[in-house]
């Protein structure tokens, strides 16, 4: 079982910034592949971007450049860095962890970020 926490959420305005953070326990941490999604309101849920087990990262087209996801594995956390944020990225976002033993994916509850003037 993995066990995921996100954190960082809050209302900011356009061209602002927050860094998101998702905690995991319960596993070993560095051998999960973990990703980040959000979903507007009304809207389905989409991939953000993802951070191999090896460090590798690749972003949505709509978010490279501005946003940047990162992991630490003493920490056992996950980060999005998010950079000239704009109204279209308000969204929840949740972060997911995908267990190569096991070929399971676990998701965390989400945090809301809101961007707005």
């Known amino acids: 079982q993995v066990q995921l926490v996100e954190s960082g959420g809050g209302s900011v305005q356009p061209g602002g910034s927050l860094r998101l953070s998702c905690a995991a326990s319960?596993?070993?941490?560095?051998?999960?592949?973990m990703k980040w999604h959000r979903q507007a309101p009304g809207k389905q849920r989409d991939w953000v971007a993802t951070?191999?087990?090896?460090?590798?990262?690749v972003h949505v087209d709509s978010v490279k450049g501005r946003f940047t996801i990162s992991r630490d594995n003493a920490k056992s956390t996950v980060y999005l860095q998010m950079d000239s944020l704009k109204p279209e990225d308000t969204a929840a976002y949740y972060c997911?962890?995908?267990?190569?033993?096991?070929?399971?994916?676990?998701w965390g509850k989400g945090t809301l970020v809101t961007v707005s003037s």
């Open positions: 951070v191999t087990s090896g460090g590798g990262t």
């Open positions: 319960g596993s070993d941490f560095s051998a999960l592949v």
């Open positions: 997911s962890a995908w267990d190569p033993y096991s070929s399971i994916t676990y």
